[in-house]
């Protein structure tokens, strides 16, 4: 009679939780969020928390359960960043790891990806040498070096107020800034595009003070400007460069979109500044401006590619772990090859053959920013559309 009532029960309460208003809460699916949050770009990275933050929340869930963004500061340090990204892989569980600001702390983290071995989807890393680095690292959201200079030389190309000018090259002294110099070289050597310096200047990023560099740009004659510079940057070396007079008779075209708050801080001084990107805020397609609004409204801040990029990577790596039905690495990484997302700059697909993505971008310049919701004073103002097959590269 015990033993019958013991079963009883246990059946009973088998039923409780086992009914709705019983039930356990289902585990959350982690995912690992690494984004620079003090130095030199904590806006941006900021801003790159914010984006895979409202995809998240647009998602909602992923295979029935809730997301959880476990988020790390990298500092842009490459061992700090791998260190980080040990914690949150063995002590916190994340099933995937996204975001990365810097080439160089990218690289480091591919190199030991068979040790943490979780997918890896960056939304910023910029060096070509991602493209079929491993099956388990990805490139979503931002153009590549080479689709860079591919956009940057058709724009220089295709405009009369750029394309005849001589150009110096300064860059970041580190893996994407050098990548990026020559690459730009490269291309534009091959298109009769004139260059000063084929060697090309490094500045550290830790410097403040241009005037060094600027007065060897005034000294040399040339009369365009290539640079490739951590976007936080963009616009002071805009600025300072603006006050020595050199934009008087030198434009600057940019290997990377400047950051919105700085060159709100920048003001006039920013106008004139032409780059291939993604995106800007005045790409007005209905998605995009629904997206803009929507950022808007929930951190009151304006919206950056930076944040967009960060969005459609992080769409991109939930879409594929709900298609793969599961957290393993290998399935994950599956779903992740071929995979598109139709987002604020449109389709933007990873290449299956090599795990970097492929979309089209646009030429921009800044300028005085017509009326809009943000109180932006400065517009990345939209001049030039490339389409993706134009930028390559081929998908072998």
Request: contains cysteine; aromatic residues 10%.
């Amino acid at each position: 009679m015990k033993r019958m009532l013991l079963i009883a029960v246990t059946v009973v309460v088998g039923l409780m939780f086992a009914a709705p208003g019983y039930a356990l809460a289902a585990d959350p699916v982690k995912i690992g969020v690494l984004v620079p949050l003090t130095g030199i770009v904590a806006q941006g990275g900021l801003e790159m928390k914010y984006g895979i933050e409202m995809a998240a929340k647009e998602k909602g869930k992923v295979l029935g359960r809730p997301i959880e963004l476990v988020v790390e500061d990298t500092q842009i340090k490459p061992d700090v960043a791998v260190s980080k990204a040990e914690k949150l892989v063995f002590k916190d569980g994340c099933v995937s790891l996204i975001g990365v600001f810097s080439s160089g702390v990218g690289l480091a983290l591919a190199k030991n990806i068979d040790k943490l071995k979780v997918p890896f989807v960056t939304t910023h890393v910029m060096t070509t040498e991602f493209y079929g680095m491993h099956k388990w690292v990805f490139r979503s959201g931002q153009l590549a070096n080479d689709q860079t200079a591919v956009g940057n030389v058709k724009g220089i190309l295709a405009r009369p107020d750029l394309k005849d000018r001589k150009y110096y090259v300064l860059v970041h002294d580190y893996a994407w800034g050098h990548d990026a110099g020559k690459r730009f070289i490269e291309l534009a050597k091959q298109n009769g595009i004139k260059i000063y310096n084929e060697n090309f200047d490094k500045a550290p990023t830790s410097t403040k003070d241009w005037s060094s560099y600027i007065s060897k740009i005034k000294a040399s004659g040339a009369d365009g400007i290539y640079i490739a510079f951590i976007t936080n940057v963009i616009p002071v070396f805009a600025k300072q460069a603006f006050d020595f007079g050199l934009t008087k008779t030198s434009k600057i075209v940019s290997a990377a979109a400047p950051g919105p708050m700085e060159l709100e801080e920048g003001g006039e001084a920013c106008y004139g500044i032409f780059g291939a990107s993604c995106w800007s805020w005045d790409v007005n397609t209905p998605v995009s401006d629904a997206w803009e609004k929507k950022f808007w409204e929930t951190y009151k801040v304006i919206p950056s590619d930076a944040a967009v990029h960060s969005y459609v990577g992080a769409m991109h790596l939930l879409d594929a772990i709900e298609k793969a039905k599961s957290t393993d690495v290998d399935k994950i990484s599956g779903a992740l090859r071929g995979i598109s997302f139709n987002g604020p700059y449109g389709t933007v697909r990873i290449s299956a053959k090599d795990n970097c993505m492929r979309t089209d971008a646009v030429l921009t310049e800044t300028m005085a920013a017509p009326p809009n919701p943000f109180g932006a004073k400065v517009a990345m103002k939209v001049l030039k559309i490339f389409k993706a097959e134009e930028l390559g590269p081929p998908e072998k």
